[in-house]
């Protein structure tokens, strides 16, 4: 039976782990792909890109939907390595993992204001309204691998 008091049972210290694993996954993830993407648009300048070449791909609806499929498989390997570190309550750490993952988002977009490009709003209703579904899902997968083990255990 799951105790009823919303922080109850929780590892502050698994969930920062997870906010961090989600914060340097995606960081890698989007160089990754900016790099990829640019690397398709290099060629068509001769391998060097000209100032502004790259805002528009960074707003192209491909790269947006690549970036955002990215994320939130961050997210839900950041939550399954936090939720293991916890090893209880999988799914709720790792629900609050995307939850701190979505707040230093927020802050950081806040910390940024208006400069550079700006994604279009559809971008970021998705993307936070699957964040902690997305976190939800790497805790259940944590939970299972951890039944796993404890199952090989007893045998």
Known sequence: IQPTVVFHGLRPGAILLGVLVDTLATFVTSALLIALFAAGLAGAYDGELPEGALEPLLMSPEFLLASLVAGLLCTAFAAYVGA????????????????????????????????????????????????????????????????????????
């Open 84 to 155: 293991r570190r916890a090893a209880c309550f999988c799914v709720r750490h790792g629900a609050w993992i995307a939850i701190g993952s979505a707040f230093y988002t927020l802050f950081v977009y806040a910390v940024a204001g208006q400069e550079g490009p700006r994604p279009p709003l559809w971008f970021d209703l998705v993307g936070f309204s699957l964040m902690i579904p997305a976190g939800a899902l790497g805790g259940l997968l944590a939970d299972y691998h951890l039944r796993i083990l404890s199952s090989r255990e007893e045998q």
